[in-house]
Structure formats: structure tokens, C-alpha cells
């Protein structure tokens, strides 16, 4: 199976899980911490498969694993922050498309990577997608000119787009390393031991009492199964999803796997627009037909780099 059939089947089932995200941050685990503890904590199941994949890579390696898992860690929790604070397809849309500059800024200083122009156009078209995204109106926005031009201020004065910013960065490097780690072994055991590194580091928010309680809330006799099954199910759907866009990396370019995000974030803009006209208070997503539009050609100038990646 190509690289690319495996990312994009990776970003739908990615997309379900985010927006899902969104609503759990929101609406139910309304701490950022607590639920990235409970997604990297969850991440260590994965230990049951350790006997028939796991392989000791020498100390060097091990702590570049658990480095590695680390700044996953500190991905996830600044993106579920990022959603705590802002619109899920602003923020999600943002995250992915720095996560592939800063991703291509990196392997080019870093790597010497190259790509053909069909590619560097895929690049550019997908990012160009996302800027439109990301210059979608904000309603209430604050009379700053400068930030009030360019309709970000809302999302600055809160603080979602700043700390969506550092995840982009956060998540560009995991990758990086990620593909770095995969080069010296086997797929399955360096994505293990990756996530000890996370479990490992969330540990350290349990020194917080509000992070404990926060915690211990969700899994309180008096919290609604529907709820705690709604968290463990989707930590399921996004572990795979994960797996899967891992796996596209093993397989293919960290940078044109990064730069594909494009495809998620189009998922997501179709689902949460739907979601917008049939269910505003799910997800607290606004909707209005300049939106739509301005999202419809967001996706079609996404669509055209996914084409000239793909060819």
C-alpha cells in the first residue's frame, strides 16, 4: 500500500477523532491536561504488543525515543488547549498547515531535502488553502486595526492562536524525529518506545491538584458512562488514525506527509460545516454562506496540491 493511500486514510479517521476532541475539551474534560494525561497514558497499551515488536535500540537511541515522546506529549496538550480556547476548524486548520513549514523549514536546514516542482506545488497550493482557512472572520473581533485586518485578533486575545502556533512547532519536530528514529529501527518499536517518553512526561501533571481532580472526575462513579465511553472510544479512533499517518511517514517524506494534513483539515471543515447548520451548540462552530464559501474554496485549492502530490 503506497504512502499516500495510507495518509489520507489516516486524516479522515484523524479528522473524526479531532473534532470528537473538541467537543470533549468543551464540553466534558474542560482541561487540557487531564486530557492529554488520559490520551498518553492510554498511548502505553500499546506495551501489550512489546513481547513480539519491541527491540532495545542502545541507550542513545532510547533517550532520543522518549525525547521524542516527550515533545509529542507537549504537541497534544497544546493543541487540546488551543481547542479549549478557540474554533476547532481555525485552530485544527492552522495547526496542519504550519506543521508542514516549519516541518519543510527544518528538512531543508536540517536534512538537505529536496522535492520535484509538481511536489513544491502540491506544498504551496495546500498551505495556500489553509491561509485562507486561517483568514476566515471572526465575529466580535476587538478594534486593534492591525490584527482586526487580518481577523486574527480574537483568536490572540485568547490565546488559542498563539498556543496553536506551538503546537504546529511542536508537532513539526516530533515528526521530524520521528522519521529520524524510523530510519535506525524497526517501525513498531521505536513508535513504542516513543510512547513511554509521553506517558512518562504527563506524569508530571498529576503534581497539580486541579489536573488529579480533573482526572478523577471522569472516572467517578457520578460521571456518565456515555461520557467515559466516548473518551476511551475515541482515544481508540485516534490511536489508529496516528498509527496510520506514523506508518505514512515510515513509509514516504515527512514533509509531503506533513504537507497531505491538508486533506484532514478538509474532512474536518465538511463535517463541522455540516455540524454548524444541523448542530451549532456540538461543537460551537458558527456558520454563515461567506463561510461556506470561503471554506468550499479552501478545500478545492487543497484538492488541487493533493493532485500534484499525488502525480
Same mark, same amino acid.
Request: proline fraction near 3%; glycine fraction near 8%; aromatic fraction near 16%.
Given at each position: 500500500m503506497s504512502w499516500f493511500l495510507v495518509a489520507i486514510s489516516a486524516y479522515f479517521i484523524l479528522a473524526v477523532a479531532n473534532l470528537v476532541d473538541k467537543f470533549l475539551v468543551s464540553s466534558i474534560l474542560k482541561n487540557s491536561k487531564a486530557y492529554a494525561f488520559i490520551a498518553c497514558m492510554m498511548g502505553v497499551i500499546i506495551f501489550? =504488543?512489546?513481547?513480539?515488536?519491541?527491540?532495545?535500540?542502545?541507550?542513545?537511541?532510547? %533517550?532520543?525515543?522518549?525525547?521524542?515522546?516527550? =515533545?509529542?506529549?507537549?504537541?497534544?496538550? +497544546?493543541? *487540546?488547549?488551543?481547542?479549549?480556547?478557540?474554533?476547532?476548524?481555525?485552530?485544527?486548520? =492552522?495547526?496542519? %498547515?504550519?506543521?508542514?513549514?516549519? #516541518?519543510?523549514?527544518?528538512?531543508?536546514?536540517?536534512?538537505?531535502?529536496?522535492?520535484?516542482?509538481?511536489?513544491?506545488?502540491?506544498?504551496?497550493?495546500?498551505?495556500?488553502?489553509?491561509?485562507?482557512?486561517?483568514?476566515?472572520?471572526?465575529?466580535? #473581533? *476587538?478594534?486593534?486595526?492591525?490584527?482586526?485586518?487580518?481577523?486574527?485578533?480574537?483568536?490572540?486575545?485568547?490565546?488559542?492562536?498563539? =498556543?496553536?502556533?506551538?503546537?504546529?512547532?511542536? *508537532? #513539526?519536530?516530533?515528526?521530524?524525529? +520521528?522519521?529520524?528514529?524510523?530510519? #535506525?529501527?524497526?517501525?513498531?518499536?521505536?513508535?513504542?518506545?516513543?510512547?513511554?517518553?509521553a506517558a512518562l512526561f504527563v506524569l508530571l501533571f498529576l503534581l497539580s491538584k486541579v489536573n488529579r481532580q480533573a482526572i478523577a472526575h471522569l472516572f467517578h462513579r457520578s460521571s456518565p458512562n456515555k461520557h467515559k465511553f466516548l473518551v476511551i472510544i475515541n482515544q481508540i479512533i485516534g490511536a489508529s488514525g496516528f498509527i496510520l499517518q506514523n506508518y505514512a511517514i515510515f513509509l514516504g517524506s515527512v514533509v509531503l506527509i506533513n504537507a497531505l494534513q491538508g486533506v484532514q483539515y478538509a474532512f474536518i471543515l465538511i463535517i463541522s460545516t455540516l455540524l454548524a447548520i444541523l448542530k451549532p451548540k456540538l461543537l460551537k462552530e458558527t456558520f454563515s454562506w461567506r463561510n461556506l464559501i470561503q471554506k468550499t474554496v479552501a478545500v478545492v485549492v487543497i484538492a488541487i496540491g493533493l493532485y500534484f502530490i499525488a502525480i
Open positions: 501489550v =504488543i512489546a513481547p513480539w515488536f519491541l527491540a532495545w535500540p542502545g541507550w542513545k537511541l532510547f %533517550g532520543f525515543n522518549l525525547i521524542n515522546g516527550v =515533545i509529542f506529549a507537549l504537541a497534544l496538550w +497544546t493543541l *487540546y488547549e488551543a481547542l479549549l480556547r478557540g474554533e476547532a476548524a481555525r485552530i485544527l486548520v =492552522i495547526v496542519g %498547515g504550519l506543521t508542514p513549514v516549519f #516541518s519543510l523549514i527544518f528538512s531543508i536546514l536540517l536534512f538537505k531535502e529536496q522535492f520535484s516542482s509538481n511536489q513544491w506545488i502540491g506544498i504551496i497550493s495546500i498551505l495556500l488553502g489553509v491561509l485562507i482557512i486561517a483568514l476566515l472572520p471572526i465575529e466580535h #473581533s *476587538y478594534l486593534a486595526r492591525i490584527l482586526r485586518k487580518f481577523k486574527l485578533v480574537s483568536e490572540f486575545k485568547r490565546g488559542g492562536l498563539g =498556543i496553536a502556533v506551538l503546537s504546529a512547532l511542536a *508537532y #513539526s519536530l516530533y515528526f521530524l524525529g +520521528t522519521k529520524q528514529a524510523y530510519v #535506525s529501527q524497526p517501525f513498531m518499536s521505536a513508535f513504542i518506545w516513543t510512547r513511554l517518553g
